[in-house]
């Protein structure tokens, strides 16, 4: 079976549930672990922007 959504990762595998996540995306490292502890799910600190679906190291 194919799939005709853009994006769509992979076409052999066809959710009808799927969300496109593609696009700008707030990033920031937790190397401390914090991010619970903080609530960032609450209050994101904006500290990068990504490009999804490509990698922090991309230029945007």
């Not at 009808?16 to 190397?31: A, M, P």
């Not at 619970?36 to 990068?48: R, S, T, V, W």
Request: charged share 35%; proline share 7%; net charge positive.
């Amino acid at each position: 079976m194919k799939c005709y959504i853009k994006d769509y990762p992979r076409p052999q595998f066809v959710r009808k549930e799927w969300q496109n996540l593609n696009g700008k995306w707030n990033f920031v490292f937790d190397d401390n672990d914090e991010g619970e502890i903080k609530k960032y799910f609450k209050d994101f600190p904006i500290n990068k922007k990504i490009i999804v679906p490509f990698t922090y190291e991309s230029i945007s």
